[in-house]
C-alpha cells in the first residue's frame, strides 16, 4: 500500500449525488474543488462511503442504502455504510434502518460509526463486519481560529503546532484500546495545519476538503419558524427531537458563515460546519484511502 | 458473555452503585469548581457538597500553551498549578467531610500525556480522592489498565448521547457517573437514566450554555478576539460570536435569504446557561448531581452559584406547582446573582 498510494473513495448521502458523480466526475467536482480534484479526477474509485456522519434526521432510507451497494457492486466496489451519532431514542431509529442492510451477506464492506453506542450494536450483532472509528469520535483540532493563527506560526510553540496536527487514533494506546474492542481503521480530516506522519496499526482514512469543525443538534433549520422577515427577536434553539420538527428542510440548502475573528469562513449544513480545504498532504502514504466528499457532508 | 474485553484487575475492585454503596441522594447535590487561585476554605463552607478541579502544570503550559490543556479549560487560572496546591485545598475538602474530583478530561492526549496523567492519577488515588472526570476512553482504559480504581465519572466530552453508548462505555471500563451532555430536552434525560440505571448522573446547570453537541465540538477556547493565548477575562466563546451569514445554495431563494436571517438572529443570543427551573423535572427524572460550570470566575461568583441553587434545591423539595417553582425561581435569581433570568439562558427552555 505504501508503494501505490490510498485508494480513492467517494463518500455520498443520497442515490442523486452518486449518479452526479458517476456521470460527470471532472466537470462536477472542478467547479468546486479545483486543479487538484482535476488532477484525481480520472484515476479509478476504489470504493464508495455512503451514508452520514452527523444527522441522523438525513440518513439515507434502508432501500437507498440497498440500492447504493447495488450502484457499488457494478462499478466493482463494495459499500462503506457511514452512521451518524444518535442522540437518545434517534439511536433506535438508526438501528432500525440500517440492521436491514447489515444483516444481508456481502453488501457492506465495513461500517463508520460516529456513535459508541453504534458501535455496541454493531459489534455485538455482526461482529465480522469491520468497524471504522468516524471523524467525530476521531477527536481533532480543526478549529477555524487555527488557521488565522498560521498566518503566524511563530506566535505558538512548535509543540502544539505538533500536537495540532495529531488525532486521537496518532496516540498508540488509544490505537491499541480500539483494536481491542474490534475497531479496524480510524477516519480524520485534513485541517490546514496538518496532519502529521504518524504510523498507527490500525487502517488510516483522509476526508477532504470539507473538514469538520462542530455539529449541534439545536439546528437551526429544525427550529426556523418559517417567518418570511426571519425571526423578530433572536430565538434560542432547541434540541430537534423526532418526531416533532424534522423534515428534512435543510435538504437543497447551504450557508455560508462568516465570523471576522475567525481565519477562514465556513459552511453550514443542516446540523454541521465546515470549512474548505483542498490542499491534500504530500505524503498520502500512510492512509488507505483519501475520501473525496460528492457534496458537503451531512 | 461481555463482548468487549474488561481491563483486567478492576471488576473486583469497584462496587456497583445499586449494592448501596452510592445511594441516589434524595435531592440534588451540588458540585462547584476550586480553582487554583479561589478561596478555598470559604467554598469548603458554602453549601456545595461536592467539587472537582484540574491540574495544569506551567511545564506543560510553557511546552504546549494551555490550549492543549490537561483538562477541557484552555486557561491557566482555571487549574491548579501542581499537586502540591492542589492536594493542599484537597486537604481542606476532605477534612470537611466533602468530595474532590479532579477533572483530566480533555478530548483526547498524546500518549506521552498518558503517562502525565497516570502519574498524577496515582497520587490522586493514594491521597483518597473522590474520582477522576474523564473524556477520553482509551486513557479511561490506560489508567485501569495500570491499576487505577479510582471511580470515574464521563464527562460531557466523552460523547455518549445514548443508553446504549453508557452501557458500553460501564462495561468497558466501569463507570461511577455520567456527565450528560446539554444537548438533550428533558424528556431524553428521563429516558437516559431510566435505560442505563445503576449509574449516578450529573447535568451543568449554571454558565457554560454550549449551542452545539460539546463533545464533539472542535472549536478552541482558549483564545481571545485578537488571537491571543490565555486571556480569561476576555476570552472568545467561538460559537457565540454573532456570524454574518449569506445564501450558498437554496433549493427556494426567498426561504433562503429567510434561513440566512434567522440563522443570523440565533448566532446572536446572548451567552449563559441557567437550568434552575428545570431542577424538579431533573431531580424526578434520576439526576442526583447539578454541576456548575464556573471555571476561572471569581470565588464570589461561584459562591453566588452554590446558594442560588442550594435554595432553588430546597424549593424544588416543596413540591410545588411548576408554575409557582418557577416563579420563586427567578426571584432567587435576581436575589442571590443580581440579574433577572432571561428565557434566551433557559438550558432546558
Known amino acids: 500500500m505504501a508503494e501505490k498510494g490510498p485508494g480513492r473513495a467517494i463518500l455520498a448521502n443520497t442515490l442523486p449525488q452518486l449518479e452526479t458523480f458517476f456521470r460527470n466526475r471532472a466537470d462536477a467536482l472542478l467547479g468546486r474543488y479545483g486543479e487538484q480534484a482535476a488532477r484525481n479526477a480520472f484515476k479509478p474509485v476504489d470504493g464508495l462511503w455512503f451514508g452520514v456522519e452527523f444527522c441522523v434526521h438525513r440518513m439515507p ?60 450494536r454493531v459489534r455485538q450483532h455482526f461482529p465480522r463486519i469491520p468497524v471504522y472509528l468516524g471523524r467525530v469520535l476521531n477527536r481533532q483540532r ?91 427577536a433572536a430565538p434560542l434553539l432547541q434540541p430537534v427531537v423526532l418526531p416533532a420538527r424534522c423534515g428534512r428542510q435543510c435538504e437543497g440548502y447551504l450557508h455560508e458563515l462568516s465570523v471576522k475573528e475567525f481565519g477562514v469562513g465556513l459552511v453550514l449544513n443542516g446540523n454541521t460546519q465546515f470549512y474548505f480545504n483542498d490542499q491534500l498532504p504530500e505524503d498520502l502514504s500512510r492512509f488507505q484511502f483519501v475520501v473525496e466528499h460528492c457534496h458537503v457532508p451531512c | 458473555m461481555p463482548y468487549f474485553p474488561r481491563v483486567r484487575g478492576w471488576v473486583r475492585c469497584l462496587p456497583r452503585a445499586e449494592a448501596g454503596c452510592l445511594a441516589r441522594p434524595e435531592s440534588m447535590r451540588i458540585l462547584s469548581p476550586i480553582d487554583g487561585n479561589d478561596r478555598v476554605r470559604d467554598l469548603v463552607a458554602s453549601p456545595a457538597h461536592e467539587f472537582y478541579c484540574g491540574l495544569l502544570p506551567p511545564e506543560h ?34 477534612a470537611a467531610g466533602k468530595k474532590l474530583f479532579v477533572a483530566f478530561n480533555a478530548p483526547f492526549y498524546q500518549e506521552r500525556e498518558y503517562r502525565t496523567v497516570l502519574d498524577a492519577a496515582r497520587v490522586v488515588e493514594a491521597d483518597g480522592l473522590s ?25 460531557v466530552d466523552t460523547g455518549l448521547l ?24 428533558l424528556r431524553e434525560v428521563t429516558d437516559i437514566v431510566a435505560s442505563a440505571p445503576g449509574l449516578e448522573y450529573e447535568v451543568i446547570v ?7 453537541v460539546d463533545g464533539f465540538c472542535r472549536h478552541v477556547h482558549g483564545l481571545n478576539a485578537a488571537g491571543n493565548v490565555d486571556d480569561f477575562a476576555n476570552r472568545m ?18 426561504r433562503g435569504e429567510s434561513l440566512a436571517r ?81 428565557a434566551t439562558e433557559c438550558y432546558y427552555g
Not at chain 1, 462503506?80 to 433506535?92: E, I, M, N, Q
Not at chain 2, 449554571?206 to 452545539?212: D, I, L, M, R
Request: glycine residues 8%; proline residues 6%; contains cysteine.
Open chain 1, 142 to 232: 480543526t478549529s477555524p481560529q487555527l488557521v488565522d493563527l498560521l498566518e503566524k506560526p511563530q506566535s505558538l510553540p512548535r509543540d502544539f503546532w505538533d500536537y495540532a496536527g495529531t488525532c486521537a487514533a496518532d496516540n498508540a494506546r488509544f490505537a491499541a484500546w480500539l483494536k481491542s474492542i474490534g475497531v479496524a481503521g480510524s477516519e480524520q480530516d485534513n485541517p490546514e495545519q496538518g496532519v502529521r506522519p504518524v504510523r498507527h496499526r490500525l487502517a488510516r482514512v483522509l476526508h477532504w476538503p470539507w473538514v469538520y469543525v462542530t455539529t449541534t443538534r439545536r439546528c437551526g433549520y429544525g427550529n426556523y419558524t418559517g417567518d418570511a422577515h426571519g425571526a423578530a
Open chain 1, 61 to 120: 432510507a434502508t432501500e437507498h442504502i440497498f440500492s447504493a451497494a447495488d450502484h457499488a457492486l457494478r462499478k466493482g466496489m463494495r459499500l462503506t455504510l457511514v452512521t451518524p451519532y444518535a442522540a437518545g431514542r434517534d439511536l433506535d431509529l438508526l438501528w432500525d434502518n440500517v440492521r436491514p442492510v447489515l444483516a444481508e451477506k456481502d453488501v457492506v464492506q465495513r461500517v463508520t460509526v460516529n456513535d459508541w453506542g453504534m458501535l455496541a
Open chain 2, 131 to 155: 474520582g477522576l472526570i474523564l473524556s477520553d476512553p482509551g486513557l479511561m482504559a490506560f489508567l485501569r489498565a495500570s491499576g487505577i480504581t479510582l471511580p470515574f465519572a464521563a464527562g
Open chain 2, 237 to 254: 466563546i467561538p460559537c457565540w460570536y454573532p456570524h454574518t451569514v449569506e445564501v450558498m445554495e437554496a433549493g427556494d431563494p426567498e
Open chain 2, 61 to 94: 503550559v510553557a511546552r504546549f500553551t494551555p490550549m492543549y490543556s490537561l483538562n477541557r479549560r484552555s486557561f491557566v487560572s482555571c487549574s491548579f498549578p501542581d499537586m502540591e496546591t492542589l492536594r493542599a485545598a484537597a486537604a481542606q475538602v476532605l
Open chain 2, 162 to 185: 445514548n443508553a446504549a453508548g453508557i452501557r458500553f462505555l460501564e462495561a468497558a471500563v466501569g463507570l461511577r457517573r455520567v456527565i450528560l451532555d446539554r444537548c438533550f430536552s
Open chain 2, 262 to 342: 434567522f440563522l443570523e438572529a440565533a448566532s446572536r443570543v446572548p451567552y449563559g446557561g441557567c437550568a434552575a427551573c428545570a431542577l424538579p423535572e431533573l431531580q424526578a427524572a434520576g439526576v442526583g448531581f447539578a454541576k456548575l460550570a464556573v471555571r476561572g470566575f471569581p470565588t464570589e461568583r461561584k459562591l453566588a452559584d452554590i446558594r442560588f441553587f442550594a435554595e432553588c434545591i430546597e424549593l424544588a423539595a416543596r413540591g410545588l406547582h411548576p408554575e409557582e417553582y418557577r416563579a420563586e425561581a427567578r426571584a432567587l435569581h435576581e436575589r442571590f446573582l443580581q440579574a433577572g433570568c432571561r
Open chain 2, 206 to 212: 449554571s454558565n457554560s450554555y454550549c449551542k452545539n
